[in-house]
């Protein structure tokens, strides 16, 4: 498995306080069948300078990995805050972009879903990006209205699920939003978004069982190898991704689609 979106590298956001710390949180992730990470560490707007640390960084604990003898290989990546900031000319998007792939983690405010999403949207489109959305299902305007996030992925932006959104102990609502969104065709690839070797561990084999419970085997498989695959090899997804549920099948069932608690 192939995760896109992990903040293992110690000692540089909210992740691992310590390279021991990270080093567990590497044995974890072999340990559920994990074994490439595109490191993910949250970034503010465009930055070639922090975007270089974080390389030498990513160099650094590749190295530990090996030293210790953990099968695991790392490549950059960054978790971009969606904001007016993207639309000024970052002299090199590529430097932020998944494994320097065409593809953008990018992440809206944890609570709204701001006026200029779409038009930054846009404009990263227009430079040959794919903005991946991270974690929409933990999105509380979203939640309340997932119209508008759809409406998003209509227009070729893609989302990304956090396994542990689908497990008995995420919140009831973000647990919901989660499984309505993946019913829909409307999330494309599972991640573990973690940050730690304990609570927010980088464990993706729950996820994929939860997954395949919903959807089946085949279509959590594509969401944590085959697309996955894609972006860390920058390859297109047009065509290859599930058709989302017409506007009309989700106006119908938003609200009543029932929910299985597992």
């Not at 090199?92 to 998944?98: A, G, I, V």
């Not at 959104?165 to 829909?184: C, F, G, P, V």
């Not at 573990?192 to 561990?201: L, M, T």
């Amino acid at each position: 498995m192939i995760d896109i979106h992990c903040h293992i590298l110690p000692e540089v956001d909210d992740g691992p306080f310590s390279l021991d710390e990270a080093i567990v949180m590497a044995r974890l992730a072999v340990a559920s069948g994990v074994r490439r990470i595109i490191a993910t560490p949250h970034q503010p707007a465009w930055d070639q300078t922090a975007m270089r640390t974080i390389l030498a960084k990513v160099q650094r604990l590749q190295r530990e990995l090996h030293l210790a003898n953990i099968g695991l290989s790392l490549s950059i990546g960054c978790e971009l805050r969606l904001g007016p900031e993207l639309l000024l000319d970052s002299g090199n998007e590529r430097m932020h972009t998944l494994n320097r792939s065409r593809y953008l983690l990018v992440e809206l405010p944890p609570a709204e879903f701001p006026p200029y999403t779409e038009a930054v949207i846009f404009e990263l489109q227009l430079r040959g990006l794919v903005p991946i959305v991270a974690h929409p299902e933990r999105n509380a305007a979203i939640q309340d209205d997932p119209e508008r996030y759809a409406r998003l992925v209509e227009r070729g932006v893609m989302g990304q699920l956090t396994a542990r959104s689908l497990l008995a102990t995420a919140d009831r609502r973000t647990r919901q939003t989660a499984e309505r969104l993946l019913k829909y065709g409307l999330v494309h690839v599972l991640a573990s978004d973690a940050h730690d070797a304990d609570e927010r561990a980088p464990d993706l084999a729950q996820g994929l069982a939860a997954v395949a419970r919903i959807v089946g085997r085949q279509q959590a498989e594509a969401m944590l190898y085959r697309i996955p695959e894609a972006i860390w090899s920058d390859r297109d997804l047009v065509g290859h991704l599930p058709q989302p549920a017409t506007q009309a099948e989700r106006s119908k069932q938003w609200k009543w689609l029932p929910i299985k608690l597992f």
